[in-house]
């Protein structure tokens, strides 16, 4: 099957397009922005594309930088171009830059089929409109799931942690792709916002001891409007901010200034606690250990799962479960989908589990 992507900001061109090329053995996915094109391209087998020039305004032509992109990371796919305004130059520069085709709109489709991948028709068409980061925060599909987090003496549950889960197509079914595209639209902030009124609305009917788990990207802890979200969020739902755990995932480095320490002391005072997520993954927080003060260090399912059988991995745990006793933090294990692994952690003096072992996110995890 060939897989086109088309990238129109114009929601009509690029839906009419798609039904226009529609055949079967030919899978189509629209995007009306750069930032998501970019997240199909390095998660799909593209093998053609048609780009506009100009993606988000008159003055900008994000579509020949895609082009250069394309290059870079699918350089066998087919690439044409489209404009409204093609000047001798643009062409030539988009020309320069690796497209096959150049195109001035309005076009008739007969002009782009012949400049298309043959589709091997032995599979039936799909079409996947892919949406906006607006549609999504304004939409009914970002819902998180929960996993139980438990005691290992007893498999007593000590807590749930909300996972932010967008319930529509691909590609932003993976919350890998989802916060990339918050990321690259620079708006993580906003994204973090409607997870946490999503978990605190869901959460509502949840024992009020039960400890609520939130993620929070290092992008967003700074940012007042997240901070406002959840002081909003938990008196509109009535929760208590001494049950909120904030996890700040690893995904990116924290920048260190004022506003970011402001953030996390008003939190604290609110009654929110802190842990760092996946611990020893990519960035590193725990040079800031002492000024966040968080209350668990979360051990990555990447050194959690079966760790009792590998030596590195139980080395670097042990040490792990020792950094946590010397600043006092409590340690909640990842990846646990073993007994043996519930055995050893709990030997080693861990106190939380959480995996596959205990039980898998879920809507509804605690029946309420």
């Known amino acids: 099957m060939t897989c086109l992507l088309i990238v129109d900001d114009d929601p009509d061109i690029g839906l009419g397009l798609a039904v226009a090329l529609e055949r ?65 130059e643009l062409e030539a520069e988009a020309q320069r830059r690796g497209a096959d085709a150049v195109l001035s709109k309005p076009f008739a489709t007969e002009l782009l089929e012949p400049l298309l991948s043959t589709p091997i028709e032995t599979t039936p068409s799909s079409m996947t409109l892919v949406p906006t980061l607006n549609e999504i925060l304004a939409g009914h599909d970002l819902r998180p799931r929960f996993q139980p987090i438990v005691s290992l003496a007893d498999r007593a549950l000590h807590g749930v942690e909300s996972l932010a889960r967008f319930r529509g197509e691909a590609p932003f079914a993976r919350p890998d792709l989802l916060f990339d595209y918050a990321a690259r639209r620079n708006e993580v902030a906003r994204l973090e916002a409607a ?16 400890t609520l788990f939130m993620n929070i990207h290092p992008a967003a802890l700074d940012d007042m409007g997240v901070v406002l979200a959840l002081e909003s969020s938990a008196k509109k739902s009535g929760i208590n901010l001494a049950r909120v755990v904030l996890e700040i995932t690893e995904q990116q480095e924290i920048r260190q ?20 997520d996946d611990v020893g ?41 020792a950094l946590a006793e010397e600043f006092s933090c409590a340690i909640i294990i990842e990846g646990v989908e073993d007994q043996s692994t519930a055995d050893a952690a709990r030997e080693m003096g861990i106190e939380f589990g959480q995996g596959y072992l205990f039980g898998k996110a879920e809507d509804a995890p605690l029946g309420a």
Do not use: W
């Open 24 to 88: 079967d053995g030919r899978r189509i996915i629209v995007c009306r922005d750069l930032e998501s094109a970019q997240i199909i391209l390095g998660a799909e087998p593209v093998t053609d594309i048609v780009t506009d020039v100009k993606l988000s305004g008159p003055f900008r032509f994000e579509g020949l930088d895609f082009i250069t992109e394309i290059q870079r990371v699918a350089p066998a796919a087919r690439v044409i171009v489209m404009s409204g305004h093609i000047t001798p």
């Open 195 to 210: 997870c946490i009124e999503g978990t605190m609305h869901e959460a509502v009917t949840f024992p009020e001891s039960l």
């Open 281 to 321: 993954v990519a960035y590193s927080h725990l040079p800031l250990i002492e000024r966040i003060r968080p209350s668990y260090l979360k051990i990555s399912q990447l050194f959690g799962t079966l760790f009792e059988a590998d030596p590195t991995r139980t080395k670097i745990v042990r040490n792990l479960v």
């Open 257 to 276: 200034h004022a506003d970011l320490f402001e953030s996390i002391d008003r939190l604290r005072n609110l009654g929110a606690r802190f842990a760092f």
